[in-house]
DNA sequence: TCGCCCGCTTACAGCTTTTAAGTATTTGCA
DNA sequence: TGCAAATACTTAAAAGCTGTAAGCGGGCGA
């Protein structure tokens, strides 16, 4: 029987495709297996074991995170960059919910992911250039947007806005201006 | 043999107990059924099947949050209650985060977690009264703050903050000074 | 007291992860 | 070219999970 080519990045990539399609929990090596054609013992050959497909996936979904936020914020300041890095954001959650919910995996400070992470983190770092707020402020600012956005693009995939008229794209609006408003006036301690 | 007197009450108070000790994802009927010195087959009397099992969870977690803010909230009003409810919702992530874990759970508008839900969600509005805001900014406002409490959360439990020295809680008081700030001075459409 | 129902057990099917051992294919080197 | 070693995969099996079906027995109502 001919060899079906199995790598691990070919793993992790297939497994990102499936998460999208059936959820990030749903994602397990037997299905994994089955989309290519071999016994699930055969995966073990490339994984180590389903945690690790799991940090590979989150690894993926970070990196692809953080290449949509450097092109977001690619040429661009202040309350553009804002806008700009958070619908990247939101879009990437929107059109992969699996691997977006990947990346929210634990991540192990000396593990594989924590590079992607940390690049993740300083693109955050980078939106607030053009506000000019000094440490700590500066961490406080890039905690609080990250958990914004974390937070609205979370609950909004769990449904959580969806028995209400309003819009969600409407109040995420209004949540951006927000942002940059208390960012250009960022409170005194 | 004596008769073990499990009922869905019991079961849903179980799993929320283990939850907080071994992780919301580690939760299964067969650890539950163990606890209860029972086999698994005999919580199926009781419950209709796992995911019925997470739903009553995600009620009890819904309604015990709703309560603390509750408490939080009463007797205060603008900053005060912002500070009292976003710190109870905290406080009660990281005393409880495996009920906290099945709060998140994607919500059945018809379920049974659906009430338990909509009271948490007119909580977290109650907040706002002191800060007399129109709709639709109402709204918006709600679910900016409901998105900035939950990502931080999330974000804090799963480490997302620890490998920076800044403290945490220092963070989250300056976002909540934020919070307050931008809602006293919410930008004009 | 009798009988029935309810709460549990056993048994089982089917799924998952993971290890171990065996087989076949491909590669690299002489 | 041909052989040996390394690699990719298979089968087999253990252990744990969910969920269904059938059976048993104790306690409650009549």
């Known amino acids: 029987m001919a060899r ?73 300041a202040g309350k553009d960059a804002l806008v700009a890095f958070a619908n990247a954001y939101r879009e990437y959650a929107k059109e992969h919910p699996g691997r977006y919910a990947a990346a929210q995996v634990e991540i192990d400070p000396g593990g594989p992911a924590a590079v992607p992470a940390r690049r993740h983190a300083e693109m955050t770092r980078a939106i607030l250039r053009g506000y000019d707020l000094p440490e700590p402020d500066q961490t406080d600012a890039v905690r609080m947007l990250h958990s914004t956005f974390h937070g609205y693009v979370s609950l909004e995939t769990a449904g959580g806005f969806s028995h209400h008229p309003r819009e969600a794209d409407a109040s995420w609006r209004r949540t951006l201006d927000a942002l940059d408003s208390v960012l250009r006036n960022w409170p005194p301690a």
Request: no cysteine; glycine share 6%.
């Open 4 to 76: 079906a080519g199995v790598t691990a990045e070919r793993l992790t990539q297939a497994a990102a495709d499936l998460a999208d399609e059936i959820g990030f929990q749903n994602v397990t090596v037997s299905a994994l297996a089955r989309g290519f054609g071999v016994k699930p013992a055969a995966l073990y050959f490339h994984i180590r074991d389903a945690r690790d497909l799991r940090v590979r996936l989150a690894a993926l979904a970070l990196t692809e995170l953080a290449d949509r936020a450097a092109a977001a914020l690619a040429g661009r």
